[in-house]
């Protein structure tokens, strides 16, 4: 660990300006970012000063829109033109049959699609009935609107099964020229977005909450730990994130006429807020690691992911539409799991209370466990012994739990 | 201006002791060509701007940044040209002007900047009452009004023409609604206190997790300071991909793809770290898959713990 940050020195308003104006060279660049890196309150800084140049100037805002795309996984795309002048007229009549081929050919194969379908859709009614149960569309997530740019970079990453939910569209860039506007929701994505959120959000067993520790001993500090969060300049910007209330010791001495008028039933307390940056961080840590998980390329019903865990070489993962399916060799071939409860399944995780590894297991490599670990191996350590390894949450907020993924029961608090 | 004869301060009055305009020579040290030739392009006789005070500004601009070379370095005659070119003086001299108490100056700088600065408060507060507060507050202080050891002090001082004064202008009101709000976000009325919270005790993580949380923080200490930026304006503040291409000046797509790559890049190397530290791959893949509430990491903290340079904002107050 190197040594701490000195987070009450910052750049100073002419460094932050030449960021935002670009205008920086790539050592105080970098200098600047490392700072912005570790400082929640320039990054606001910088992330306002931007937001009103683009209101005072939109013109700025059409010279950002059009920022060149960095073609740094395919640079052959920023070649120069090779063909002369004379020779473009030449190829419209070819563009033009070109074209006419294409669509003859999309024409066929999306018959051909169609007619499969129909044949799919046939012989889907055997698995509904064993258990799989599908849901309505009505039930799938809308998929966000992507800003119309009319750039291959951004239909490709618009196409890309990625998980960066939160500005995977991001307002068009119509609805940025103004601030005050409140911003429409965003749509929710049927990625692992959902997931991670669920994930931090989710309803977990009294012990493992407190396990957690997300709130540091009061004792420690002597002081109150509550962060208040309504005030006026950020009810009227819903733009604002959280970390508004992150940080400690990076603002200036609060000025005491300031506080002349509140009531003495209204006395105001300085916060440590530690607790709420801990609890900031440790969430935006777990999102980080969710998405740094590999996930599968699709699974049997067509669907991605939103959802995955493995343990003891058992992986488990939910779709979009609610459906559990298990894997034994790594995701290279999957199963459907027979639903045992009821409504979608949103979330699948692992429990790791130390009791539940089985004797044996090593330390550090779990790949090492005994054979007896497998599903009725043994009675010291069968699923049925042990405690349960997975659980899931429907979305009626019940928790199933289970020992091996296969048989599911539902948990009682 | 209305605002500056209500609290009963002239722009006439000097921020700081300056010498009468035109009342010595030209400071030695600037050609008295160039200080001409610059004094044209910044049009300093609207704001009735000496020749020897322009010097003096040109003068005491260039030794507080040694004409843009390391300092030590005795500065040439023909950097002092290639320095102020490379600066934006027109704003720089309006700046110091006014930070001297040019009154024409003052007049100049209202006229010009009044209505952009109140856009830009309103624009950084969301609120059309908390922006012309912000944007009043901030007049105040760019007049002079604040002291520090019985002096006055203007912020326009602290403005070097680096970028333009209205992006500077802009970055100071952020900074000083960021600073205000940073402010009254940690205090709360006592009758909402409902007692300390009741704490566990500490559990030790498993050695799994201990292993996965050293092979992240090795790998998050390894990146590079706009892959740091990155992930912190992503996933500490929740921006979107816009809004971070708005800032690094490219396009969303490419801060998409970067986000993308960044990512691969982190697994890919912390599988390495799980599997140097003595995991086989399957074990490492496993151990990446552990719940991420488990995990004892900050990413904040992580992300300052390789901060090492610091900076001296050159506060205006």
């Known amino acids: ?413 | 201006m209305a605002y500056l004869q209500v609290v009963g301060t002239l722009p006439s009055q000097s921020v700081e002791p300056s010498p009468q305009a035109g009342a010595s020579a030209a400071p030695s040290g600037i050609d008295p060509t160039l200080v001409e030739m610059l004094s044209e392009e910044c049009n300093v006789d609207l704001y009735g701007l000496g020749r020897a005070e322009f010097a003096q500004v040109l003068l005491a601009v260039g030794t507080a940044q040694n004409f843009g070379l390391p300092a030590g370095t005795a500065a040439p005659a023909q950097q002092h040209a290639v320095f102020f070119r490379s600066l934006r003086l027109a704003d720089l001299v309006l700046a110091q002007a006014c930070a001297r108490g040019n009154a024409r100056a003052w007049e100049y700088f209202v006229a010009i900047y009044q209505q952009p600065l109140l856009r830009a408060a309103i624009a950084i507060t969301g609120s059309d009452t908390l922006g012309r507060d912000l944007a009043g507050s901030l007049y105040a202080e760019l007049y002079g009004l604040n002291t520090r050891d019985e002096a006055r002090r203007c912020p326009l001082e602290s403005y070097r023409g680096r970028g333009s004064l209205i992006g500077w202008l802009r970055t100071t009101l952020a900074q000083r609604h960021v600073d205000y709000h940073r402010r009254i976000h940690r205090e709360q009325p006592l009758e909402d206190y409902d007692g300390p919270v009741l704490v566990p005790d500490p559990v030790k993580p498993g050695a799994e997790l201990t292993v996965l949380g050293k092979a992240i923080q090795e790998t998050l200490a390894a990146c590079e300071p706009e892959e740091r930026f990155l992930l912190a304006s992503y996933y500490l503040d929740g921006r979107t991909l816009l809004r971070i291409a708005e800032v690094l000046g490219v396009h969303e797509a490419t801060v998409s793809r970067k986000l993308h790559r960044l990512l691969d890049n982190l697994r890919n190397q912390v599988l390495a770290n799980l599997q140097s530290a003595g995991l086989s791959r399957r074990a490492a893949e496993e151990a990446l898959g552990a719940d991420p509430r488990d995990l004892d990491l900050n990413l904040k903290k992580l992300l300052q713990s390789s901060q090492t340079d610091t900076f001296q904002e050159k506060a205006a107050l």
């Open chain 1, 1 to 413: 660990m190197n040594s701490p940050p000195q987070l009450d020195l910052h750049p100073d308003a002419d460094s932050i300006n030449a960021l935002v104006e670009q205008l920086l060279t790539e050592p105080e660049r970098s200098q600047i970012l490392t700072h912005l890196a570790g400082c929640s309150r320039c990054r606001e800084v910088v992330f306002a000063a931007k937001q009103a140049l683009f209101v005072m100037e939109p013109e700025a805002l059409v010279a950002a829109a059009a920022a060149p795309v960095q073609m740094v996984a395919s640079p052959a795309a920023v070649r120069p033109r090779s063909v002369p002048g004379a020779w473009r007229v030449a190829l419209i009549p070819a563009a033009a049959l070109a074209a006419a081929i294409a669509i003859s050919v999309f024409a066929y194969f999306a018959h051909t699609r169609q007619a499969s379908e129909l044949a799919k859709n046939g012989s889907q009614a055997a698995p509904q009935a064993a258990g799989i149960r599908q849901q309505p569309a009505a039930h799938e997530k809308p998929i966000p609107a992507k800003p119309a740019v009319a750039s291959n970079e951004t239909k490709q990453a618009a196409s890309k099964p990625h998980s960066f939910g939160r500005g995977d569209g991001g307002p068009a860039l119509s609805q940025v020229v103004h601030p005050n506007q409140p911003v429409p929701p965003r749509a929710p994505i049927p990625s692992l977005t959902t997931d991670k959120n669920a994930i931090m959000s989710a309803p977990r067993p009294l012990e493992q909450q407190l396990s957690a520790a997300q709130f540091k001993p009061a004792q420690q500090t002597g002081t109150p730990h509550r962060v208040s969060g309504t005030a006026a300049g950020v009810a009227a910007n819903p733009d604002k994130p959280q970390t508004q209330v992150e940080g400690a010791a990076q603002s200036n001495t609060p000025n005491p006429t300031e506080f002349d008028t509140a009531s003495i039933s209204q006395l105001q307390v300085e916060s440590a807020s530690q607790n709420n940056s801990s609890l900031i961080g440790r969430r935006a840590m777990g999102k980080m690691v969710a998405d740094l998980k590999e996930q599968p390329s699709m699974l049997p019903s067509g669907l991605r992911a939103t959802s995955i865990v493995t343990a003891q070489h058992r992986t488990l993962a939910v779709d979009s539409l609610g459906a559990l399916f298990l894997s034994t060799d790594a995701g290279l071939h999957w199963d459907s799991v027979l639903q045992q409860w009821e409504g979608r399944a949103l979330v699948v995780r692992t429990l790791t209370i130390p009791q539940v590894k089985p004797p044996g297991v090593g330390a550090f490599d779990s790949a090492q466990a005994p054979k007896s670990s497998a599903p009725g191996a043994g009675t010291a350590t069968s699923p049925s012994a042990i405690s349960p390894l997975f659980e899931i949450v429907t979305e009626s907020n019940h928790v199933w739990v289970s020992a091996d993924g296969e048989i599911w029961k539902q948990k009682t608090f």
